[in-house]
């Protein structure tokens, strides 16, 4: 599937595919740096409480109310002359007691928490200017947000980074890593508010998530919904290099200004990067609003792309060793041609070889190949299942880096 970016780009370029979703490019070349690690996560929160349930699904809410009154009413003429009435009575307030204005764990109570750590970036460069999100990591102010949003500052741009208590700082670009869509930035700030970050490994489809940025650049803007599928083959991008992601898809409205901010979840950690929005065409200034298909880049790989990142001013992309005929279609991915000596040829792929499954995931095409290597690290060994003139293999491979 491919998509397009929700922040700022060039303008749209079709991906070959039946169904019409538009595309828009990063840009510009990262500038590197250097710093230190990512910090510790902060201990887990309690979950959403009754107070965000009831917020997010209001609508129905109303429609269960009507639908309860019609059938009380029918229960009371039934049974009123067998059951006797009756009476409720409601527990009387402690003196002195004041009710919370916020529930704990509520969707307003984890915006509140994570909001001062959640930041604007006005991004001027050479190629370009826009709005997006990001988010500080740490309280020697490390951001996280996408390369698309920040890259374009590397060739002699400026990054201002606007915070939710209404000052500014410059911002530096410490690296970014356009195949992953990640960028890092850096304010001369200490003892700054951070967001803990949480793990995607143990997402369940149905999760409930809030995204929080800037769309359009109205700053502090909260959305809610839910994790709508995991897993997702997205590719991003058309001009200079392509982003693989292997998204968390949601349908928490993600908009243009929504790029880098990021998708929490119900104990408000970190389990995505907002990257990415599926279209079904663009307005006139080459924008398009959400559908309902938005798109992050789990947090677990991005944590691995920020910690290099920071350590080293640039990051690994793991790779197989093969080029990959992408005009085919699926199922599997075909193998064009095999890298001398790379890890492939060590593993005994060849020329013609198709590709059917990494880990017993069988594959639809070479983009959830490209994609579900990329979620792993260099180093890294998986199991490849090949299918060569009518004979089925699995064969191991240890992932080098690009």
């Known amino acids: 599937m491919s998509a397009q970016y929700p922040g700022p780009g060039m303008g749209p370029v079709t991906y070959p595919?039946?169904?019409p979703y538009s595309?828009?490019?990063?840009?510009?070349?990262?500038?590197?740096?250097?710093?230190a690690g990512l910090p510790p996560t902060r201990p887990p929160r309690r979950g959403l409480g009754a107070g965000a349930v009831i917020g997010m699904v209001v609508g129905a809410g109303l429609i269960a109310v009507t639908a309860g009154t019609i059938g009380g009413g029918v229960g009371y003429l039934v049974a009123r002359e067998t059951l006797p009435p009756a009476t409720v009575e409601a527990p009387a307030a402690q003196a002195g007691a004041i009710l919370p204005s916020v529930m704990p764990g509520s969707i307003a109570d984890i915006a509140a928490d994570v909001q001062?750590?959640?930041?604007?970036?006005?991004?001027?460069?050479?190629?370009?200017?826009?709005t997006g999100s990001g988010f500080v990591i740490s309280d020697d102010g490390y951001i996280i947000t996408n390369h698309h949003?920040?890259?374009?500052?590397?060739?002699?741009?400026?990054?201002?980074?606007?915070?939710?208590?209404?000052?500014t700082a410059d911002g530096r670009l410490v690296g970014s890593n356009p195949g992953y869509d990640?960028?890092?930035?850096?304010?001369?700030?200490?003892?700054?508010?951070s967001?803990?970050?949480?793990s995607s490994a143990d997402l369940n489809v149905g999760d409930?998530?809030?995204?929080v940025g800037s769309p359009l650049g109205l700053t502090g803007t909260v959305t809610t919904g839910i994790v709508s599928a995991l897993n997702r083959p997205v590719t991003a991008g058309g001009q200079g290099e392509t982003a693989f992601i292997n998204a968390i898809q949601t349908d928490a409205a993600i908009n243009p200004g929504n790029s880098g901010g990021p998708l929490l979840n119900g104990n408000g950690e970190v389990i995505g990067v907002n990257s990415a929005i599926a279209t079904m065409g663009v307005g006139a200034d080459g924008q398009a609003g959400s559908i309902g298909l938005g798109f992050s880049i789990p947090i677990d790989v991005a944590k691995r792309i920020t910690q290099e990142i920071i350590e080293t001013g640039s990051s690994a992309t793991p790779i197989i060793g093969v080029t990959l005929d992408t005009t085919m279609t699926g199922p599997g991915a075909l193998v064009q041609d095999v890298t001398a000596q790379g890890p492939a040829d060590a593993a005994g792929l060849r020329t013609g070889d198709l590709i059917t499954k990494v880990d017993g995931t069988v594959l639809s095409d070479a983009t959830q190949l490209i994609v579900t290597i990329r979620s792993k690290a260099p180093g890294d060994t998986v199991t490849l299942t090949v299918e060569r003139d009518g004979q089925t293999a699995d064969l191991d491979l240890r992932l080098a880096s690009q």
């Open 182 to 193: 990640i960028a890092v930035v850096k304010v001369n700030r200490t003892g700054m508010d």
């Open 195 to 198: 967001v803990p970050l949480g």
């Open 208 to 211: 409930a998530v809030i995204a």
């Open 17 to 19: 595919e039946a169904t």
């Open 116 to 130: 001062p750590a959640v930041v604007q970036l006005n991004v001027v460069g050479g190629q370009g200017e826009g």
């Open 23 to 35: 595309v828009r490019p990063p840009s510009a070349q990262p500038l590197y740096g250097s710093g």
């Open 149 to 167: 949003v920040a890259g374009v500052a590397g060739s002699g741009g400026s990054i201002e980074v606007a915070f939710s208590d209404g000052t």
